[in-house]
């Protein structure tokens, strides 16, 4: 157990319906990032925070896709009327991140264990 | 071309066997790197950094040629409980971590 914590862990949905995955991050980091995973596949970006700021999207990232961190603690992730390829395994990593050097930045993302979304 | 490739495998060794892993990159601005390990239907977890030097912890080595954007894992005397995806993962300064696909490790006794 890393520390890091998914909700729900599983969630069958009909194609069309909304669902929101909360993250609680390990209470000292202040990166929180959203990945998701489907079978045979690595781990893809889709966004991250620092603190409650939103500072990268990924192109996979549709405008049915939106995640929030409001007060720099938990982050929500939430999908409108989903897909069939919405299916996927969402994993949530969060970090402490430290600058190093000039140019440098030095974190280590510990990952919970996953929402399984099933979208029939 | 994927940012990360590896070879898919599985891999399928003995108890004992020593079994070798291979990474590239096509970014050559990244800086950090690592080996996670995912079993079935779990999440990632980090199994080491990767540092130009070459790192050893236990069974396991890992080595890093920046030239060659190359990244090999190394793992001896290989357990049952070895058996896993190995996600070969890069990233630049501080931004999301690029996943290789994984491969397969099957050790059987």
């Known amino acids: 157990d890393t520390g890091v914590s998914q909700d729900p862990r599983h969630k069958i949905t009909k194609r069309g319906q909304n669902v929101t995955f909360r993250c609680d991050p390990i209470?000292?980091?202040?990166?929180l990032y959203w990945y998701r995973q489907t079978l045979g596949q690595g781990p893809e970006f889709l966004t991250y925070f620092q603190n409650e700021a939103q500072l990268e999207k990924s192109r996979l990232l549709s405008d049915r896709f939106s995640a929030e961190r409001p007060k720099g603690s938990f982050s929500t992730l939430e999908i409108q009327r989903t897909e069939q390829g919405d299916s996927a395994m969402y994993l949530c990593a969060s970090s402490l991140g430290r600058r190093q050097g000039a140019s440098g930045y030095q974190e280590t993302q510990y990952f919970g264990p996953g929402t399984r979304l099933l979208v029939l | 071309r994927k940012e990360v490739e590896q070879d898919p495998g599985p891999f399928n060794v003995p108890e004992g066997a020593t079994v070798a892993f291979n990474c590239t990159y096509s970014?050559?601005?990244?800086?950090?790197f690592f080996w996670y390990r995912q079993d079935c239907r779990k999440e990632p977890k980090l199994l080491m950094s990767?540092?130009?030097s070459g790192n050893e912890d236990g069974r396991f080595t890992a080595q890093l040629n920046r030239a060659s954007q190359y990244i090999s894992l190394l793992i001896r005397d290989s357990k049952l409980s070895d058996s896993a995806t190995y996600l070969c993962?890069?990233?630049?300064?501080?931004?999301?971590?690029?996943f290789g696909k994984g491969t397969t490790l099957s050790v059987s006794s």
């Open positions: 970014n050559s601005a990244s800086q950090s």
């Open positions: 993962v890069v990233n630049q300064a501080g931004t999301a971590l690029i």
């Open positions: 990767v540092y130009s």
């Open positions: 209470s000292e980091h202040n990166r």
